[in-house]
Structures are given as structure tokens and as C-alpha cells.
């Protein structure tokens, strides 16, 4: 009986983590965009994904997988999915962690611009509340 209920909150552990790759893959997509992807996008990325979350000693593992989902996906969409079920609050974490990846470099060009706005409207997101993070991250730059 124990040994039920650890198996199920393994398997919510497990969901998780699979949800945290999708979450870091569209991130890593984001900061590959404009094909630089510096160390200082992964600390964002990085930093994101224990705000939301996960365990500091299974970073790197996320990554790498992420990476790879990212790297063999053509398409947003997959990793999209999981994210869009996630909290508002979630959402915005997620959010500003793509305006800081975009910001990181003190601009956004037009292909990082079009993937914030089709990703406001895949995740089910204000454009106004897209835009004030946005407006945020750009202040402190």
C-alpha cells in the first residue's frame, strides 16, 4: 500500500520534470532564435526553471534533455502544449524569462518579436500583460 503512493508521487514528480523540459525547450528555443545562445541565456534559463520549480541537482539533466528535444523538434507547438496548462503565474515566470533571453543581448530582432507574439496567443496570455513584461525587462537593461 506504501509502496502505491510512492509510486504515484513519483509519477507526478516524473510529469514534472517532462513538463520542466518542454518548459526549458521553448526557452532554449527562444535564446537559439537569433543563433546565439550564450552562457548567460542558459543562466536565465537556468534560473527560471528553479523559480518554477525544479530541483537544482536535476538542472543540468533538464537541459540536456531539453536541448535535444528542442534541437529535434521543428515546431513550437510541442512544447507549447504542456506549458499553456501551466498557472498564470507559471506563465509569467515564463514569460519574462523570454524577454530577459531576448533582452540579453540589448535588443530584440524581428524573428524574436514574431515568437513572443504568436507565444502570447499559444499560451493563452494577455498581449497587455505580454507587453508589461516585456516593458519591465526592457527598463532594467
Do not use: C, P
Not at 26 to 31: E, F, G, N, P, T
Not at 53 to 81: C, P
Not at 84 to 109: P, V
Amino acid at each position: 500500500m506504501f509502496n502505491l503512493f510512492k509510486k504515484e508521487k513519483e509519477n507526478k514528480n516524473d510529469g514534472n520534470h517532462l513538463s520542466l523540459i518542454s518548459v526549458a525547450a521553448l526557452l532554449i528555443h527562444s535564446a537559439k532564435i537569433d543563433e546565439n545562445f550564450t552562457e548567460k541565456e542558459k543562466t536565465i534559463i537556468k534560473n527560471a526553471l528553479i523559480e518554477m520549480g525544479a530541483d537544482e541537482n536535476n538542472l543540468d539533466e533538464i537541459i540536456i534533455d531539453a536541448e535535444s528535444r528542442e534541437k529535434d523538434s521543428n515546431q513550437i507547438l510541442e512544447f507549447t502544449k504542456e506549458v499553456k496548462n501551466r498557472s498564470l503565474d507559471e506563465k509569467k515566470i515564463i514569460i519574462e524569462a523570454l524577454w530577459t533571453i531576448i533582452y540579453s543581448d540589448d535588443q530584440a530582432d524581428m524573428y524574436e518579436s514574431n515568437l513572443m507574439r504568436r507565444l502570447s496567443g499559444l499560451l493563452y496570455l494577455d498581449s497587455k500583460v505580454v507587453g508589461d513584461i516585456k516593458e519591465k525587462i526592457k527598463s532594467k537593461q
